[in-house]
């Protein structure tokens, strides 16, 4: 089959969901991707901040070859080793004391709901709490996860959605704190807003949600999902502050490609929420993922990862100011490590789809940031090879 006999054959079998780039990917290697047509694109995507080892990793794909013949799955009832191991590695990096694997970012979403909603019931002994979330926030598709979603566009067709969740403005204490009542159980923030076009939290923001929490026994639910696992330039964003959130998700680049997220808690918060019969899971941690998020966390030590984004960070984040000076569509920059936006005048659905054409892979935030998500193993001189296709891209759109 040619390109546009895979496609063709894709529009008319899947879901319409996503309006996809005309593009079919065959393999990868390194911070490289191919099409079928054996076309080379630079990949500042990483399958939206997944893929932080690049593609191809020998030890990841060797682990997760190994557990292939050893065992793939055995439900919750049963131990594994792999995932021992697996939870063993993310309470070290996080300093959380509980976890719970699940399949994808919204069910880790999902999990932390209800450990929050769990939680405020045992303090209270009832139900009925509710929730504050952010504005332009993206937690994921599903009633729940939708429902902390700040964003009406994807929420209103599906109403009614969860009761109780009330928005506040992302960086403004203020909102935050005239949303609070007696029956407030969780916060709930991206650290790094993704979705919503690249926002970090301010410093004074977050250590001001933290104080008001501890001040009436609320819940801080950090979604890390997207800035998490050492994009920020520590291994979780918020470690780049001085917070700790009660309770945290991460997935994404947890498992680099095959489907696992968490939801972890602090031991305060898992005596008072989910216990058993609370909540479950099929797939959630089976070995074959577990296998997964161990050799991650062993490549990111191997490879010295952390320090690596601490390293190339800067140099990306100077080349895109540079950028930006040399631009008029381009108006402002902003990000934290390897997690960088450009606000853009031009259609971006236009400059990625122009920037494909050209061999760059760049995606989109918003309705008006160009993301920058690269695999955390990219080094300097694929950063200025990335600059020298963005300017590509801009100078024939003009
Ligand atoms: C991607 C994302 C989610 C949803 O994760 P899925 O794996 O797509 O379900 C939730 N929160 C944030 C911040 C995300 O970036």
Same mark, same amino acid.
């Given at each position: 089959m040619n390109k546009s006999d895979y496609i063709n054959a894709a529009e008319s079998s899947l879901l319409h969901t996503y309006n996809r780039f005309p593009l079919v990917l065959d393999h990868g290697e390194g911070v490289y991707l191919y099409d079928t047509d054996g076309k080379k694109y630079l990949d500042f995507a990483a399958g939206i901040a997944v893929c932080a080892l690049g593609y191809s990793n020998e030890a990841h794909k060797t682990a997760l070859k190994n557990q292939v013949d050893a065992l793939l799955h #055995? =439900?919750?009832?049963?131990?594994? *080793?792999? %995932?021992?191991? !697996?939870?063993?590695?993310?309470?070290?990096?996080?300093?959380?004391?509980?976890?719970?694997?699940?399949? =994808?970012?919204?069910?880790?979403?999902?999990?932390?709901?209800?450990?929050?909603?769990?939680?405020?019931? %045992?303090?209270?002994?009832?139900?009925?709490?509710?929730?504050?979330?952010?504005?332009?926030?993206?937690?994921?598709?599903?009633?729940?996860? +939708? =429902?902390? %979603?700040?964003?009406?566009?994807?929420?209103?067709? $599906?109403? &009614? +959605?969860? &009761?109780?969740?009330? $928005? !506040? *403005? $992302?960086?403004?204490?203020? =909102?935050?704190?005239?949303?609070? #009542?007696?029956?407030? /159980?969780?916060?709930?923030?991206?650290?790094?807003?993704?979705?919503?076009g690249i926002y970090p939290a301010d410093e004074a923001f977050l250590s001001g949600v933290r104080a008001l929490c501890d001040e009436h026994d609320i819940l801080l639910v950090l979604d890390e999902i997207q800035c998490g696992m050492g994009r920020s330039g520590k291994m979780f964003a918020w470690q780049n502050y001085n917070v700790k959130p009660d309770i945290m998700t991460v997935?994404?680049?947890?498992? /680099?490609?095959v489907p696992v997220g968490a939801f972890l808690m602090t031991q305060k918060v898992a005596d008072k929420s989910l216990a058993p019969g609370d909540h479950g899971t099929t797939y959630g941690g089976n070995p074959f993922v577990g296998a997964a998020v161990s050799a991650v966390f062993d490549q990111f030590e191997e490879l010295s990862i952390i320090d690596h984004v601490n390293e190339v960070a800067p140099y990306l984040a100077r080349r895109l100011d540079e950028l930006v000076d040399k631009y008029d569509c381009l108006t402002a920059h902003r990000g934290m490590g390897l997690m960088r936006g450009l606000v853009c005048t031009l259609p971006v659905g236009k400059v990625s789809a122009k920037a494909l054409e050209n061999g760059l892979i760049v995606i989109t935030a918003g309705s008006d940031v160009l993301r920058f998500v690269p695999p955390l193993v990219i080094e300097k001189e694929h950063v200025d090879e990335m600059i020298e296709k963005l300017e590509k891209t801009l100078d024939e759109m003009k």
């Open positions: #055995t =439900s919750n009832l049963y131990y594994n *080793e792999p %995932t021992i191991a !697996a939870a063993q590695k993310v309470l070290a990096a996080s300093g959380m004391d509980r976890v719970f694997f699940t399949n =994808s970012g919204t069910e880790a979403i999902e999990g932390a709901i209800k450990a929050a909603k769990k939680y405020a019931y %045992t303090r209270d002994g009832h139900a009925g709490h509710e929730i504050i979330a952010m504005q332009h926030s993206f937690h994921g598709r599903s009633i729940g996860a +939708l =429902s902390v %979603t700040g964003n009406a566009h994807y929420q209103e067709p $599906f109403e &009614p +959605l969860l &009761p109780g969740v009330k $928005f !506040a *403005e $992302f960086n403004n204490l203020d =909102s935050v704190k005239a949303l609070i #009542t007696d029956k407030t /159980c969780a916060i709930i923030m991206e650290t790094v807003q993704g979705e919503g997935a994404k680049a947890l498992g /680099c490609g």
